[in-house]
């Protein structure tokens, strides 16, 4: 049986596109996502936008095309716009591309495999700015040769875009008056899934063992916090990095949800340059699902997933865990009181009768709707979610720039 609790918005005109990673609220109220294809080879990514006032779905951008580089042109394709959608405070969209789309006939593709192809190599990461307003490209260039861009972040202020490439594990800034990248060399072999920015608009990101580290925002330097985010304790805090970050309504800290095994909720108080951790994101052991040992392999991410964290204007933290109720995994929405650190869940995500695959981002409406991003099942979609007390009549708040990282 359904749940009516969410409404799907599937992105039919691309039936075989398969995952939305990149998902942001740009400051004229829209919905901004990059739909991505990855389980078909020779795919363009596309910007897409949904209007909450109207309902309607527009495909903005064919992304490949855009770059000059046709998806069918045998080489791996750009089809794919990971944590990497941004929008500044005037309403300017900028996006890059991810490697992983595989070329037209291939069923996937692997970067170091195919790093020395003549053919079938990545470019790199294509960059490209777009004003929503006009339906313009306003520029395209291109960062890292071979590598894709992972997720990023902007300094609106500095005019510049912080990022972190793949397969390699660069920081990089991009300057968006100059159009040049500055390498700042690579962090480590895990890639963070996530950048965020404090209000100094410096940016954070982790290495390998979750250990958080600074870019310094005017001296353009990494700095050692002295902050690891939260593992659990029989473990050292490997491949336990950063996977998804929302700012806080007190406006000095952001909660964030690591990637491995046994991914942990935590605040990170910025002005303070503090820890806190929130334990699991949802118990495993509290009985209201099925309990067990961690698994010995993390086989697949739909066991074990947590995403889509955004505060919704009731002041809860929401986020989408996978979680196995009588025997079925299953992405369900949970709204955390910050203040108890009770837990409660609201939902399961499904969509015609069976679950949803996991949830990469969220984000909410000027209205206070939430939205969700799914990965795994095409034609791809979103999921948006009504909280209580939320009225559809509700008039638009003056409300600037949500999150400015992907």
Request: aromatic share 14%; glycine share 10%; hydrophobic share 30%.
């Amino acid at each position: 049986m359904e749940n009516t609790k969410f409404e799907a918005i599937v992105f039919g005109e691309l039936p075989v596109h398969d995952t939305c990673w990149s998902l942001i609220t740009g400051v004229d109220g829209k919905i901004y996502i990059g739909v991505c294809g990855e389980m078909t080879g020779g795919l363009s990514a596309y910007l897409v936008s949904y209007n909450p006032e109207t309902e309607k779905v527009e495909y903005l951008l064919e992304v490949a095309t855009a770059l000059g580089v046709p998806p069918d042109n045998g080489g791996a394709a750009h089809a794919k716009v990971h944590y990497c959608l941004l929008s500044d405070d005037e309403g300017m969209l900028y996006g890059a591309t991810h490697c992983t789309g595989a070329p037209k006939g291939d069923f996937i593709w692997r970067p170091w495999n195919c790093w020395s192809h003549p053919i079938k190599h990545f470019k790199g990461s294509g960059i490209f700015g777009y004003d929503p307003k006009k339906k313009e490209v306003l520029f395209t260039d291109f960062l890292l040769p071979h590598e894709g861009s992972r997720c990023m972040a902007i300094s609106c202020k500095r005019r510049k875009i912080y990022g972190i490439s793949y397969p390699r594990d660069h920081f990089f800034i991009y300057d968006l008056n100059k159009h040049e990248v500055r390498d700042l060399g690579r962090i480590g072999s895990i890639n963070p899934q996530c950048i965020f920015l404090d209000n100094d608009e410096n940016a954070y990101t982790t290495d390998d063992y979750g250990n958080l580290i600074k870019c310094d925002g005017d001296k353009e330097e990494l700095i050692d916090t002295g902050i690891q985010i939260p593992h659990t304790s029989f473990r050292n805090g490997f491949h336990n990095v950063l996977y998804d970050v929302t700012p806080s309504p007190d406006g000095e800290s952001v909660y964030g949800v690591t990637w491995t095994f046994g991914e942990r909720l935590f605040c990170y108080n910025f002005r303070r340059n503090k820890i806190y951790d929130l334990g699991e994101a949802y118990n495993r052991a509290d009985g209201k699902y099925d309990a067990g040992e961690e698994s010995e392999e993390w086989f697949h991410i739909i066991n074990s997933h947590t995403g889509g964290l955004v505060f919704g204007d009731d002041g809860y933290l929401y986020f989408v865990s996978n979680l196995s109720v009588n025997g079925r995994i299953s992405p369900y929405l949970v709204h955390l009181n910050t203040e108890t650190l009770k837990r409660e869940l609201v939902g399961e995500i499904t969509y015609e009768g069976k679950p949803a695959d996991h949830i990469s981002r969220g984000t909410r409406d000027f209205y206070g709707n939430l939205y969700f991003s799914e990965v795994g099942n095409s034609p791809t979609k979103l999921f948006k979610y009504q909280p209580e007390g939320i009225k559809k009549d509700k008039s638009y708040p003056s409300e600037g720039n949500i999150r400015y990282w992907g």
